[in-house]
């Protein structure tokens, strides 16, 4: 497999390596083996990031000058979707995305988000008109501005990199912010090409800058700890996003959380193709590693042994179609890491120690070579007691339960901590959406709706997050209000 070049840091304008030199190694997750070097950033790193930021954010008109930097933001988008090719590359090598995966949810809908963005950008009202009023005796004239709230600490996981970091970055940067960008360390390519790409587009000095380091938590505990960032904007695990939330009260930070979730899929008993729809339904894609991903899938008693069956044929017919580096129609790698091989594979054990029906997969592949693959794994006969209907596993384990009716579908599907994705198939589209507005989540999709798309809003309820990310919404999160008052 291909090494990719070094990836480097991005500091006021500056693409350059650590101090002292200091890297790691980025493991490939098809091979176990090393994929390239990363800058190790150092403390003293990070406080030049978070600087830069400050200094670029209360020194320049960066923040002021909204038509300018729109256009700078734009030739930024344009130049990463020049370098689709490299994205790809990164994603496949770095992130283990299958081609069929890297190329969809990867790269050419994080390229499309971000467009998207640059889009809904135009819809910000940056002052508004409220109307003069006569208090106390005399009159004022009233406006209220929208102000970008300051320099924002991006932190972003591993499993779509590309996707988050341009969520993140893009909005931050085009409601006028500035951002120190750090990346998961099991992913430093995407957050270093950036950085390289933000010097090609000629962005302002310190307006972006992209810290890689190999400990996953200093960097992000130094911006969640410093008074000069504004705003931490996270995605990640629900764990740390509560951990943050607590650190960041010290400096009464604002705060928006993109967590975990366990989404459920429900299909009604008189969904159209209901075999096909149960099919389509396995847990597949880059591994099962997506956020919203619906993992919970919600058959009815009344069809549930045609659904195992469906999914005993459709989970044997794909047991040879996956894996595959090179094959364009392959969706389904190796999960990121060893650690996280370990993690899922205990939910595996725990799941039949819980009593679930194992209906296929369940076994790492050896056979495939050293890296960190998981068999795509259904559980059937689970109740959602269990904890592998209840906590997050991030792989690719789909777990299938029962309902009675409409109504314990959705009394299933709201028992959950977590509140981020959901779906649901029906016949009937007013009760497929009776279903869809009782789901507690941000976002739904019915009959197979898209309902993740970059100018929509996205984020969860619950311990999936706060706030939403994407979307108008997502470009308002950076902003805050102030009423201004002249007296005429
Ligand atoms: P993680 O929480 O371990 O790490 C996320 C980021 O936080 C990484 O950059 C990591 O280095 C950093 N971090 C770790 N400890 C920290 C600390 N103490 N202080 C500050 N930063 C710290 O998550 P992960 O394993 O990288 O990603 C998987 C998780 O992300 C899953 O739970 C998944 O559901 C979630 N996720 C959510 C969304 C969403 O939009 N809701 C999208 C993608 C992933």
Redesign the pocket.
Same mark, same amino acid.
Do not use: R
């Given at each position: 497999m291909k090494e990719l070049p070094e990836a480097k840091l991005y500091i006021d304008g500056v693409v350059r390596r650590a101090e002292g030199d200091r890297t790691y190694d980025n493991i490939c997750p098809w091979t176990a083996e090393v994929a390239g070097q990363a800058a190790d950033a150092s403390a003293t790193d990070v406080l030049a990031a978070i600087a830069a930021a400050r200094r670029a954010f209360d020194e320049t008109d960066w923040s002021r000058q909204h038509t300018e930097r729109h256009a700078l933001v734009k030739k930024y988008m344009a130049l990463l979707r020049e370098n689709r090719e490299r994205l790809v590359e990164i994603s496949r090598i770095e992130a283990g995305a299958a081609i069929g995966a890297a190329c969809r949810a990867h790269v050419d809908f994080a390229l499309n988000g971000g467009d998207d963005l640059v889009e809904c950008s135009k819809a910000i009202v940056w002052e508004e008109d409220r109307g003069s009023r006569e208090e106390h005796g005399f009159v004022s004239e009233r406006i209220v501005s929208h102000d970008p709230l300051g320099v924002v600490g991006a932190? /972003? %996981?591993?499993? *779509?990199p590309l996707? *988050?970091n341009i =969520?993140k970055v893009i909005a931050a940067l085009l409601a006028g912010c500035t951002v120190v960008l750090?990346? #998961? %360390? +099991? /992913?430093p390519h995407m957050g270093a090409i950036m950085g390289e790409l933000a010097v090609a587009a000629g962005l302002p000095p310190g307006v972006l800058n992209v810290v890689t380091?190999a +400990? %996953?938590?200093?960097?992000?505990?130094m911006? *969640?700890a410093d008074p000069r960032v504004d705003v931490?904007s @996270?995605? =990640?695990?629900?764990? *740390?996003?509560r951990?943050?939330m607590e650190?960041g009260a010290a400096t009464l930070k604002r705060i928006f959380?993109?967590?975990?979730?366990k989404s459920v899929k429900i299909i009604l008993e008189d969904a159209p193709d209901f075999a096909m729809k149960v099919m389509m339904s396995m847990v597949i894609f880059h591994a099962g $590693?997506?956020? #919203?991903y619906p993992t919970r899938l919600l058959v009815p008693r009344s069809r549930y042994q045609e659904a195992v069956e469906a999914l005993q044929m459709s989970y044997a017919g794909y047991a040879s179609r996956w894996g595959g580096y090179d094959d364009p129609e392959n969706v389904m790698g190796p999960v990121?890491s060893k650690r $996280?091989q370990e993690r899922v594979m205990a939910y595996i054990e725990l799941g039949q120690q819980e009593g679930a029906r194992l209906l296929a997969g369940g076994k790492t592949c050896p056979d495939k070579g050293k890296g960190f693959f998981i068999e795509p794994t259904c559980f059937v006969d689970v109740s959602n007691e269990m904890r592998i209907a209840q906590e997050?596993i @991030?792989g690719p384990v789909l777990v299938v339960i029962p309902f009675e009716d409409d109504d314990d579908a959705i009394r299933i599907a709201n028992d959950s901590v977590y509140g981020?994705g959901g779906a649901v198939t029906s016949g009937d589209r007013e009760r497929a959406m009776r279903v869809a507005r009782a789901i507690r989540a =941000?976002c739904v999709s019915v009959n197979d709706g898209m309902s993740i798309t970059g100018d929509l809003p @996205?984020?969860?309820v619950k311990a999936? =997050?706060v706030g939403r990310?994407w979307g108008r919404e997502g470009i308002e999160e950076f902003l805050d209000t102030k009423a201004i008052a002249i007296r005429v």
């Open positions: 932190i /972003t %996981p591993w499993n *779509v996707y *988050v =969520g750090k990346p #998961a %360390p +099991d /992913t380091s +400990d %996953p938590a200093m960097a992000g505990e911006l *969640v931490i @996270f995605t =990640g695990s629900t764990g *740390v996003g951990h943050i650190k959380l993109e967590l975990g979730g $590693q997506g956020c #919203a990121i $996280q997050e @991030f981020l =941000g @996205f984020g969860g999936s =997050g990310e």
